[in-house]
């Protein structure tokens, strides 16, 4: 059995990356909740803040669904 070490390096770089992304995303959109909140405390609409969320936990669940299917063999 021969292991490919660069392979293995890149395919860990490249989850670390992924990983760090939807994070950072799902971060955001809690972030842009809690403006929203705020928002709304001020008086104003937040309805920017809620779309930015949205979008923010939406691009966060497809990653997640786009992982799981490549996961499952089932799915392909």
């Known amino acids: 059995m021969d ?3 660069g392979s293995l390096g ?3 770089v ?3 990356g992924a990983t ?3 994070v950072l995303l799902f971060a955001l959109g809690v972030r842009a909740l809690a403006g929203r909140d705020a928002a709304r ?3 104003l609409d937040g309805t920017a803040q809620a779309t930015a969320a949205g ?3 939406a691009v966060c669940a ?3 669904l786009y992982g799981l299917y ?3 063999p089932q799915f392909h």
């Open 3 to 5: 292991v490919k070490w």
């Open 10 to 12: 890149e395919v860990a």
């Open 14 to 16: 490249v989850s670390f």
């Open 20 to 22: 760090v992304a939807v």
């Open 41 to 43: 405390t001020a008086g």
């Open 55 to 57: 979008a923010c936990f």
């Open 62 to 64: 497809a990653a997640v």
């Open 70 to 72: 490549l996961i499952v």
